[in-house]
């Protein structure tokens, strides 16, 4: 009873049964009061494996590991190389290696990072229920419209670079532990190792679940996400932590990304971000520019702006591509929300919004 009066105090406060109750009774209602009473993080779920890419932030994913008072049993942090990252193993390559060795999370420390590379490695990652944690070093200026990452996550230390794209950033100094790195590859991994501890405390969530407890105890929830500071900004892992029931999480939109053909068509590529309280993707048209709302919507709120529903992935055989054609002449945004199904959208961030488009008067 030590261990368990160590991590689960309320067990020693269930009130014990008055004297004349059986032997057999008495274990039956200690049972179910431990039941009641034992906090979610008791529960042990599956251990998670981690595979980073270089062997110089396996340090700091184990580090984290152990600052959220886990350890190697619980998550297993491997790197691919065991030459300090040299070779490489390129996107698809590391999925091959950290599927072959059970990982579910990977860890990237490559330059280079591109917002099309959602596009690109979503379906083989949500297909192989893995997420891909990448540093946030493009070579090239980011759109400040691309979304961040659905099957990705993309982060980068508090003062280095930010743009379009990004999803977190994160001090040095983060939790004063072990995990703490003044690099780009060091705090990719610390958050990588952090994601794993929240997978193994949360064994029902999957990893959208994981990323919108993220987003949604970070430092810039509350303002909505900005490119300029680190997208949705300085994570929180114990407050994160703290959330419990995957149906409660705030609902984020997908990552979609538009692209306009001549006659005034365009082709979305949306990368559906499949948290558990997910029922559909849901495109809206607007006559012009919305504002960002930063609060959770219903179709009436969405139709007293101006917005014009168009589809739903749900109604569609084939999802993650849409196309749509304007009339001649006229002007219009697009909003991309993600619906539950109480009949509620997720917030209207900046990224979500898409234009405004004016179709040419004829075709061409």
Same mark, same amino acid.
């Given at each position: ?33 431990? %039941? ?14 981690? =595979? *980073? ?51 579910? *999370? ?35 200026? +980011?759109?400040? /419209? ?19 794209? *990004? ?10 532990? =072990? ?10 991994? +610390? ?43 300085? *994570? ?15 609902? !984020? ?11 005034? =068509? ?8 499949? /948290?558990?309280?997910? !029922? ?30 168009? !589809? ?12 749509? =054609? ?12 993600? /619906? ?13 919004? %898409?234009?405004? !488009? ?7």
């Amino acid at each position: 009873m030590e261990g368990r009066e160590r991590l689960c105090p309320q067990a020693a406060r269930v009130p014990l049964p008055e004297r004349g109750v059986s032997g057999k009774v008495l274990l039956l209602i200690v049972a179910v009061a431990l %039941l009641v009473v034992t906090p979610r993080f008791c529960q042990a779920g599956t251990p998670v494996r981690l =595979r *980073i890419n270089t062997l110089h932030g396996i340090e700091n994913a184990r580090g984290a590991v152990l600052d959220a008072g886990l350890g190697p049993a619980q998550v297993s942090v491997t790197a691919s190389s065991e030459h300090n990252g040299r070779p490489y193993l390129v996107p698809d390559a590391l999925l091959a290696d950290g599927l072959a060795h059970g990982a579910t *999370i990977l860890s990237s420390s490559f330059s280079g990072w591109n917002y099309l590379y959602d596009s690109v490695g979503y379906r083989k990652l949500v297909d192989s229920g893995v997420v891909h944690v990448y540093a946030y070093e493009p070579r090239r200026t +980011q759109p400040l /419209q691309a979304p961040p990452p659905a099957a990705f996550v993309t982060v980068n230390r508090l003062g280095g670079e930010s743009g379009g794209g *990004i999803e977190f950033g994160v001090a040095s100094d983060y939790m004063r532990g =072990r995990g703490g790195s003044g690099t780009a590859s060091g705090v990719t991994s +610390q958050v990588a190792g952090l994601m794993a501890c929240l997978k193994y405390r949360h064994p029902s969530w999957n990893w959208f679940d994981v990323k919108a407890a993220l987003r949604a105890t970070a430092s810039n929830y509350a303002t909505g996400y900005d490119p300029a500071r680190h997208g949705y900004g300085s *994570i929180e892992y114990h407050a994160a932590d703290a959330l419990v029931d995957a149906e409660k999480l705030p609902l !984020f939109g997908p990552a979609a990304v538009v692209r306009r053909l001549p006659g005034g =068509r365009f082709v979305f590529l949306v990368n559906a971000f499949r /948290q558990k309280r997910r !029922f559909s993707d849901v495109l809206f048209l607007f006559p012009s520019r919305p504002r960002p709302l930063l609060k959770e919507l219903t179709l009436a709120e969405i139709g007293a702006m101006g917005g014009r529903h168009l !589809f739903s992935s749900y109604l569609r055989r084939q999802s993650g591509v849409f196309t749509y =054609r304007l009339s001649p002449g006229e002007s219009a945004c697009f909003v991309w929300f993600t /619906q539950d199904g109480n009949g509620r959208y997720s917030r209207m961030e900046a990224y979500s919004i %898409l234009g405004p !488009f004016t179709a040419p008067m004829t075709g061409g």
